[in-house]
């Protein structure tokens, strides 16, 4: 069993920082990339950023030079920086993790529970 634990979510005024958390437990082989979406009402999900097991990075690019995505490989945890946020930041983020469990080859996504960012006055 694997589990990704969100964390950091909440209300934050425009301008201002957050930082989300994921960390990856259980009976997990390898990961090949981390890496973090987001669904707005109305809308469909986007990749906001991702890092691989190599450590390169992509992101949207309306969130460049204002979020960034690190990750601690010794705990399974990747972070997502948010600086400078925007009303239109405003979604349900969520973590995603393409991994291999123990005694099984293929890869396959896993995914967290989803956690709020409201950015608002």
């Known amino acids: 069993q694997v589990q990704l634990v969100e964390s950091g979510g909440g209300l934050v005024q425009p301008g201002g920082s957050q930082r989300l958390s994921c960390a990856a437990s259980?009976?997990?082989?390898?990961?090949?990339?981390m890496g973090w979406y987001r669904q707005a009402p109305g809308k469909q999900r986007e990749l906001v950023a991702g890092?691989?097991?190599?450590?390169?990075?992509n992101y949207a690019d309306s969130v460049k030079g204002r979020f960034t995505v690190l990750r601690d490989y010794a705990k399974n945890t990747v972070y997502l920086q948010m600086n400078s946020l925007k009303p239109e930041d405003t979604a349900v983020y969520y973590c995603?993790?393409?991994?291999?469990?123990?005694?099984?080859?293929?890869?396959?996504?896993?995914w967290g529970q989803g956690t709020q960012v409201t950015v608002s006055s």
């Open positions: 890092i691989t097991n190599g450590g390169s990075t």
């Open positions: 995603n993790a393409v991994l291999k469990i123990l005694h099984y080859t293929a890869y396959a996504d896993y």
């Open positions: 259980g009976s997990i082989f390898s990961i090949n990339a």
